[in-house]
DNA sequence: CTCAATCCTGACGTGATAACTCGGAATTCA
DNA sequence: TGAATTCCGAGTTATCACGTCAGGATTGAG
């Protein structure tokens, strides 16, 4: 089929919108979520996953790089090979996939998870802001690391039929729990 | 002076780096600790705190206009104008200044805090990633939300615990429990 | 053995936009 | 008046997100 998905712009919203993931965040996470719902079934290839999703499947080649070299994903070539994932789907946190495709989680320069940005700031020494980027930068890896992969690749509990006029998605997650 | 401070680049980290916010929040956030500090000695013009804190003036006034429109600041034009806080800064929640500056937080499309950007995602009805970009949205609102400016303004903060005077938004985030 | 399916690699394109700059008008104080 | 300031709208420019494209390497099936 090969939909010829239109190229999407930059950015939904014109001029707003704070601290947004790439697309490479996304098209890889459905690519895992893909990935762990045919867990145990062999390798699946990257053309059924583009197909399958409507993402550019040149464009997933490149994503699915970085899944591979983290070790998240493992590739098997020629024909009928594809991929699959690297450990069972429980044991995969969220905060390692999206690592791995977006790099160190880092709201603001002075607060990069990555040691090798340490210092990259003049300020570091007297600038009391970077409590604030800190904080931020903890919240979002404690998050992205209480949801598996396999958080994601249940079923979906309720129909596929988005019902009623307010559809608030009401999804129930121990980690949501909060407000 | 006016130290020609160099253009900085539009991203620290080369191809890396996830949810990152741009100047506009750090520049910004940077003002408003700038005004908490002076807060109650009438305005203070905005090339003095270009000054003060080596960032590009110009570009200043474009920011300060969000912040002036959220009600987060308040102007006196004239020679002796400037700028003074809208509000106490222990009233003032960071998680306001940022939305002001950047936009409601929405790490992806399908998880906006703004309304009208509900329903722009087709895939809501059957998507269950949403789950995982809702669940960050509000790790970072709350994490925003539950530092307030004064906290950002003491004098000298030598110490990530600063426990000052008696103040009712005691930071004590589970989030912030880790390094 | 051959062929088709698939992964793999690197280079290239390109439109949007973040991060500014610039000029001037309006307002106020001394 | 003149100097200091905010206010406003319109450029400018380098960078990067988001892809495309071409071809090579590897493997299973017939």
Redesign the pocket.
């Given at each position: 089929m090969t939909t010829e998905?239109p190229?999407?712009?930059?950015?939904i919203f014109?001029?707003t919108g704070a601290v947004h993931f790439?697309?490479?965040g996304e098209?890889g996470t459905r690519l895992m979520v893909e990935l762990a719902r045919h867990h145990g079934n062999g390798?699946?290839?990257?053309?059924?996953m583009a197909d399958h999703e409507s993402l550019?499947?040149?464009?997933l080649?490149?994503l699915?790089?970085s899944l591979?070299e983290a070790g998240l994903v493992t590739?098997?070539?020629?024909?009928?090979?594809?991929?699959q994932l690297g450990r069972a789907p429980q044991e995969i946190k969220m905060g390692e996939v999206l690592r791995a495709l977006e790099g160190p989680i880092a709201p603001m320069v002075c607060a990069s998870e990555d040691p090798a940005h340490a210092g990259i700031c003049e300020r570091m020494g007297f600038c009391n802001v970077n409590h604030l980027w800190l904080t931020v930068r903890s919240a979002i890896s404690t998050a992205l690391d209480s949801i598996t992969l396999a958080d994601l690749a249940v079923p979906r509990a309720t129909h596929p039929y988005h019902s009623g006029p307010v559809q608030l998605t009401n999804v129930q997650h121990p980690a949501l729990a909060e407000s």
């Open positions: 998905a190229r999407r712009p930059r950015s014109p001029g790439s697309t490479r098209y390798p699946i290839s990257l053309a059924e550019p499947r040149p464009y080649e490149q699915v790089v591979r590739s098997t070539r020629g024909a009928r090979g594809g991929y």
